[in-house]
C-alpha cells in the first residue's frame, strides 16, 4: 500500500473510531472517499481482507474490529511487524547454534567416556608410582636410622677404649 493510501486508511480507521458504536453505514463508508473511487476498493478490500481492521455487517453497514480499536498507525504497526521479525531472526539462529551443539555432542558423545577413562587409568598408574617412591624413601630413612644407632655405639666404644687408654691420674 502507499504512503498515500496509508493515510487514507488511518483517516477511515480514525472515522470508525469516532463512531461510539464503531458501526458506519455504507453510505457514509463511501462517503469518505470523496472523490477517490479507484482507491475506495483497494482499501476495502486491504483493511477487511488484509488487516481485519473492517468486517462487514450485512449489507448497508461496516464495523471496526477488534484490532482495528487497538490500531494506532501504519507506523506503529510496521515497527511491531520489525520487532517480530527481528525475535523470528533470533530465535531461528538459536535453534540453529543450538541444533549444530547437539549435532557435534552425538558424534562425540564417546569421547568425554574416553577421556575419564584414560585420566581414570593415568591417575591409578600415578598413585601407584607415588606409593613405590614412598616405599622406597622409607626403606632409606630406616636403613639411615640404622646406621645411625651403629655410628652412636661404635662412638661409644671409642670413647671407653680412650678413657681406658688414659687412666686419670
Known sequence: MKEED???????ILNFKSHESGIVNAMTFSGMFEKRSDKRLLIIKT???????????????????????EFTSFNELEKIELEK????????????????????????KWLPLLLSFLALLLSIYF????????????????????????????????????INLNPKK
Open 127 to 162: 598413585n601407584y608410582q607415588d606409593k613405590n617412591k614412598q616405599e622406597e624413601l622409607q626403606l632409606k630413612i630406616e636403613n639411615n636410622e640404622k646406621s645411625i644407632d651403629t655410628l652412636k655405639i661404635e662412638n661409644m666404644n671409642l670413647r671407653k677404649q680412650v
Open 6 to 12: 496509508k493515510k487514507l486508511a488511518e483517516e477511515i
Open 47 to 69: 483493511l477487511i481482507d488484509d488487516y481485519h481492521f473492517i468486517d462487514r455487517v450485512g449489507t448497508h453497514a461496516y464495523r471496526l474490529t477488534k484490532e482495528g480499536w
Open 85 to 108: 521479525n527481528n525475535r523470528e531472526k533470533i530465535e531461528i539462529e538459536n535453534i540453529q547454534s543450538n541444533t549444530k551443539l547437539n549435532r557435534w555432542l552425538y558424534k562425540t
